[in-house]
């Protein structure tokens, strides 16, 4: 039976031909049992570790693995599932650990959570919003920033769209083209409206912007492109860069364009 459910792989065994071997499918499998018994009985994630009082299991990995399984699980029938993992994710984000460091562990992994469980417009998203906007302006490390700001986007709150325009008027340069790319990534008529008008201001890196345009895939974002590339391409010290960009992009499509300007 546990063959036909695919939970097991068979094997062959190379010493011994009339032997089989066999193997979980899921490499993960221990955490995938795990987080089936779960159910309502998740408060103890929030509970003391027997041997280290003064640290909660929610902080530990292997436990972090289980509970994105469980969440990730499909609704019940009875909804008794989906309602005790709504209640975790809300009793999380409330939570205030005295051990919670300024790497915010716990404002991550909430973020992680609630994408697990597929609850992204649940009205805690907004609380986590602010917390890793926070967070992301406020720590001075970049792996740090990036963690957060890849958060930040997988959250995908209504607000993710202001934000990145705040990003965009800050002159940090790593913290600027991220929000550019991942103002591209929202792929929509604002998101190119505002690469747009960003490549108007004076100082701005407008190929960077159209490199983002291009990848949008959008009829409408290859048309502001265009028109970017062929206001640069008039400018002498920037034709050598447009044509390496074209060749970046080597469509058909691309190559006559160049040909008719």
Known sequence: MILRLGWLHRL???NDPEK???KFSHTVFRDYFAAQAIGDDWRY???SRSNSPEATRIFDTQWQNVILLWLEQPKDSSETGSKARQEFIEALVKFKDNHDNIFQTCTLFS???LVAANLTSHRLSFTLHRQLV???RSTSYQWLQE???LALQQLSHSELFQFLQEELNISHRDRHSRAIQAMGNLANDRAIKQLVHQCQQEGDEPRLIVDVLFAMQMEQAKEAAYEILEDLIHDREQLPRVLA???QFH???AIHWFTTI
């Open 245 to 247: 960009q074209l060749v």
């Open 12 to 14: 062959e065994n190379p």
């Open 20 to 22: 089989d071997d066999f």
């Open 134 to 136: 926070d967070l992301y």
């Open 147 to 149: 963690k957060t700001f």
């Open 251 to 253: 469509s058909s499509e």
């Open 45 to 47: 994630f929030f509970e």
């Open 111 to 113: 973020a992680a959570c």
